[in-house]
């Protein structure tokens, strides 16, 4: 029996596109976070393993279900984050969530159009906040705007990675009618280059991301965790600027992911932009914003 361990494709938090349980986050809740983090990244790379049939892909993903229900305890990660739910007693929906869109990934190749892309969204990006947020014990008011960035994050990395998404699994997010639309082609993606066509299909898709960056543009503020209400900050100004380059940029030849000064600068804008919203929000209601 083939295990997720055995699967791992050995990327950790600290190798995503956007932070993950930084030191922002109050040490009280990143032990649940990163126990969701392993879980999930265990389903992501079964999904994505290059080799392994769709019928075993869906068979461990099983497992790995019923490993976070009870049902087994042959997969250490789900053991670890139902152990997490159980002691704050959270539900495991939004884990279940995640391997529905898990499940999506081998059975699933093409997008009809942005709908279609956006419901996969509801499952594969939306429920990661969701979670954060119910760890932290914040109103399902905030759910909205953290669903916008959540999906704008998704795309962004749909558009990165469209290349090698393309040529590793032949998937393909960018949906189909925006392709029809510019007059550029699925197999246009196997190039070195994109083509003027191409260009545009996927400068299209950016443009609409920026529409989901301007409905969360809300979110930090609404947080009531100072710490939290930070890192959504420095995530909404990374994704704002990360829109901007593939509005502007060639993902098959051109460098669309953000280097270390990069993380570092927009980090720092993200954090004085986060905090003059909190000085806004506790004028707005009266009091003092919790200490960090």
Request: glycine letters at 8%.
């Amino acid at each position: 029996m083939v295990t997720s361990a055995e699967t791992r494709s050995g990327k950790g938090h600290r190798d995503e596109n956007f932070p993950v349980a930084s030191r922002l986050i109050r040490a009280c809740y990143r032990a649940p976070i990163l126990a969701f983090y392993e879980f999930v990244r265990s389903a992501d790379d079964i999904a994505d393993h290059a080799t392994l049939p769709p019928a075993q892909k869906l068979a461990m993903l099983d497992r790995l279900e019923g490993s976070l229900l009870g049902a087994n305890d042959e997969e250490g990660v789900g053991v670890t984050l139902r152990r997490e739910l159980t002691a704050r007693a959270l539900t495991p929906r939004h884990a279940q969530d995640l391997l529905t869109a898990f499940r999506m990934d081998v059975t699933k190749l093409r997008y009809r159009d942005w709908d279609d892309l956006i419901g996969y969204c509801t499952y594969s990006a939306m429920p990661v906040g969701r979670f954060v947020l119910d760890v932290h014990g914040e109103s399902h008011a905030l759910w909205p705007a953290n669903d916008a960035l959540c999906a704008a994050l998704q795309v962004i990395n749909h558009l990165q990675d469209c290349a090698k998404d393309y040529r590793n699994l032949d998937r393909v997010y960018i949906p189909l009618d925006a392709f029809a639309q510019s007059g550029a082609t699925v197999e246009e993606l196997g190039a070195e280059r994109a083509s003027p066509a191409l260009c545009s299909c996927i400068r299209g898709v950016a443009l609409r991301t920026g529409h989901l960056l301007r409905a969360s543009r809300s979110f930090s503020a609404g947080i009531d965790d100072t710490r939290l209400a930070l890192e959504v900050a420095v995530i909404q100004t990374f994704a704002e600027h990360l829109t901007g380059l593939l509005e502007r940029r060639d993902p098959l030849s051109e460098r669309v992911h953000l280097g270390k000064a990069g993380v570092a600068g927009f980090g720092l804008l993200g954090l004085l932009w986060g905090a003059s919203r909190r000085v806004g929000r506790a004028f707005a209601v009266g009091h003092k914003p919790q200490d960090a």
